[in-house]
Each structure stands twice: as C-alpha cells, then as structure tokens.
C-alpha cells in the first residue's frame, strides 16, 4: 500500500491525524475527545488497536484533549520531547512509565518502515514541532501551529510529495473579529498561527522545485476563514509571482472539523 495518511479533524476545536506505511500506523495528537477520535477513525475503518504509537506536536488543548484516555485504553507508547512532557502532564492524567516515550526536538526515529523526523517550529508552546514522515522514497510533512515559516522550516517542507499546511485566517476577517485584541496579536504574531496569504507565501517558494503535488491546507478557524477563502488566497499569491497549475500537476485539498479526509496514498 505505501504511505498514506487520513487527517481525522483540523482546526481549532481539535487535531488528529493518522498515518501508515506497509509496517507502522501512527497517530499524530489527539486533540479530541478519545470517543469522537475513535468514531473518526472508524470512519476511516483503522482501531486504535492498529496503533504502534502516538506522536504529539505540543500541548495545546486542541492537540491533547483525549490523549490520556485514548493512550490509556490502548496501552499506546506516546513520542514527545521533554518540554513537552512537563508542559501536558497535568492535563492527560496517569501515564505509564512504559508508554512515555522522549523524541527530541530534530531527532529521527525509525518505526519498522515508517521514517520520522521531528522539527522545530515557531508557536506559543513549550516546544512545539512538526512531523516529516518517510517511506518507500515518498515524503508527507506536517505543518501546522506555525507564527512564519523560517527558512529552516521551509527546507524541512521541501521535497514533500504531500503537504498540510496550515492556512490558519484571513487578516481582515480576524481583525474585524470579535476577539480581544490581545488574542488578535497573538495570533498575528510570529509565535501565533500562519495566515491565508503566509501560506500562499510558503507555497510559491516550495513550488518551484516541482515535488509537492497535494497540499491541505489545514486548522482553519472557524471564525476567521472560510476554505474557499483560504483556497482563492493562495492561489491568488501563487498566480500574482506567474505561478500557474493545472489539477493533474498540483492540487489544493481540504481538511475538515468535523470529518475524515479520504485516505491519501501518497506517490507521485
């Protein structure tokens, strides 16, 4: 079968992705309840009892909301590195000894035939990450919960053959918004979330090595975006620097907050 993945729910009212390879299957957080990412996954008919592993990104609510109770139920090792550890312990209760397992910030990991690579990137967590994931010469990377994308984030993001990319608001419908300003800043800022048109910056610069062929854009606000918004912006950004694409060359996908993906099978 090959790499393939399901992003079960993106956005901020919870984040949850699997992915799998001939050998391995890997949850990436759980930032739903453990019963709703169970009725996702069976959407998508894995169990958790088909997990090797979880990987966690940060310790935000929106990533960790059922991890303890779905760790828990399936005796699931869980990969994060130490800040984040401290950062989530009190909120995902009592873990085994057995089931913490320390993956630290750019480290690699080899999980039967699934290659995992961990990466820095720049958001208000303790040490949040994204996750490159490799086999059979295929590449998905995640990459979500960024302020901007630094240039050492964008060369891990290169030679993707599938991409989730955060497309997080639109400037103007957030700032005309009915959150506080405080929280705006935040979010605007470079410890805060990646913007339509950021995103669409990312993508012109990813782009002209020609290995991308599908990005989700993904964590969407519910507030402040809409995925035909997000969708035009970024075409829009890469349309105005000549980038031009047919669907069979390059496409735009959509994740969802409320169901599964498809599963991707990633290959070029």
């Not at 990459?143 to 960024?146: F, K, N, V, Y």
């Given at each position: 079968m090959g790499l393939r993945f399901t992003v079960l729910s993106s956005g901020s009212t919870g984040n949850a992705t699997v992915v799998s390879s001939d050998a391995a299957t890997v949850l990436v957080d759980v930032g739903l309840s453990a019963k709703r990412i169970e009725e996702l996954m069976r959407e998508r008919e894995v169990s958790g009892s088909d997990l090797d592993a979880i990987l966690v990104t940060h310790e935000h609510s929106d990533h960790i909301k059922g991890l303890g109770a779905f760790a828990r139920k399936f005796k699931l090792p869980i990969y994060a590195n130490e800040k984040t550890w401290v950062a989530m312990q009190k909120h995902v209760g009592e873990i085994e000894e057995s089931q913490r397992r320390i993956l630290p910030t750019d480290s690699v990991m080899e999980l039967f035939d699934l290659r995992i690579e961990s990466y820095g990137i720049s958001h208000d967590a303790a040490e949040p990450v994204g996750y490159c994931f490799q086999s059979g010469g295929r590449k998905l990377t995640l990459?979500?919960?960024?302020g901007y994308v630094s240039d050492r984030v964008m060369n891990q993001l290169r030679n993707s053959d599938v991409l989730v990319l955060e497309s997080n608001h639109d400037v103007n419908m957030l700032r005309m918004g009915r959150y506080p300003w405080n929280i705006k800043r935040r979010i605007l800022g470079d410890s805060g979330h990646l913007s339509n048109e950021a995103a669409g910056e990312a993508l012109r610069a990813l782009l002209s090595d020609g290995a991308t062929r599908r990005v989700y854009l993904a964590h969407l606000s519910q507030e402040h975006n809409l995925m035909d918004l997000a969708k035009m912006t970024v075409t829009n950004v890469l349309e105005?620097?000549?980038?031009?694409?047919?669907?069979?060359?390059?496409s735009l996908c959509e994740?969802?907050?409320?169901?599964?993906?498809?599963?991707?099978?990633?290959?070029?």
């Open positions: 990459a979500t919960d960024l105005d620097s000549g980038i031009f694409y047919h669907e069979n060359e390059f994740t969802y907050y409320d169901k599964p993906t498809p599963w991707d099978l990633v290959k070029s």
